[in-house]
Structure formats: structure tokens, C-alpha cells
Nanobody, 124 residues
């Protein structure tokens, strides 16, 4: 049984920071990409950030570049998303995803496992 569990969401004011964490169990993902996606109310799911298996390569959506940083601790089977300078438009449910093959990291359908999500709400 594979599970991804997100944590760290909350309600914050614009300009604040949050750190999301996602811990996987049932399988090790150290050789493959992991990523973060989000879905705002009434909107489709969108890519946020992703990181390669080794942690040597990262990619971020233009909307969060310079504000969000993704990292991973493979010994703990965990990926993090440090979110700084949060804006109201960052309000969404954030989902952690893990792949089982090397792939294009921005594409949601390339990921095989997903967490249930954690709510991030940013007030104006």
C-alpha cells in the first residue's frame, strides 16, 4: 500500500510563509521525480514545482518562481515546498505527487501516486 501524506497547510496573511511536507510510505521514490500541483476553487489543476530523484534538478511554474523552493530528503522519503511571499492567488489545495519512472516533471499525468491534498489559504 502506497500513501503520500501532505502536511503544513494553513490560513495566513499575504506576505507570509508556509512550508509544506509530503511523506511517502509503502515505496521508495528516491530514483524518480516528485512534484507539487495545486487546484484553486473553480480552476483546473496546475503544476507548481518538481524535483528530480537525486534532487539535482528543480523546476517551478513562472507564477511561483523566486518565491517557492522545492527540496527533498530521500532518506526520509519526503519532499518539501517552502512557500514565501504568499499571495491570495496562491490559495488552493496543494497536492503532492510521485512518479515511478523518469519523465517530464511538469506533466501531471506522468505521476502515478497522489496525496489527498492540504489546504493553503492566503488572505488579502
Amino acid at each position: 500500500q502506497v500513501q503520500l501524506v501532505e502536511s503544513g497547510g494553513g490560513f495566513v496573511q499575504a506576505g507570509s510563509s508556509l512550508r509544506l511536507a509530503c511523506t511517502a510510505s509503502g515505496r521508495t521514490f528516491s530514483n524518480y521525480p516528485m512534484g507539487w500541483f495545486r487546484r484553486a476553487p473553480g480552476k483546473e489543476r496546475e503544476f507548481v514545482s518538481a524535483i528530480s530523484g537525486s534532487g539535482g534538478s528543480t523546476v517551478h511554474a513562472d507564477s511561483v518562481k523566486g518565491r517557492f523552493t522545492i527540496s527533498r530528503a530521500n532518506a526520509e522519503n519526503t519532499v518539501y515546498l517552502q512557500m514565501n511571499s504568499l499571495k491570495p492567488e496562491d490559495t488552493a489545495v496543494y497536492y503532492c505527487a510521485a512518479a515511478t519512472t523518469a519523465q517530464a516533471m511538469r506533466v501531471a499525468l506522468r505521476y502515478d501516486y497522489w496525496g489527498r491534498g492540504t489546504q493553503v489559504t492566503v488572505s488579502s
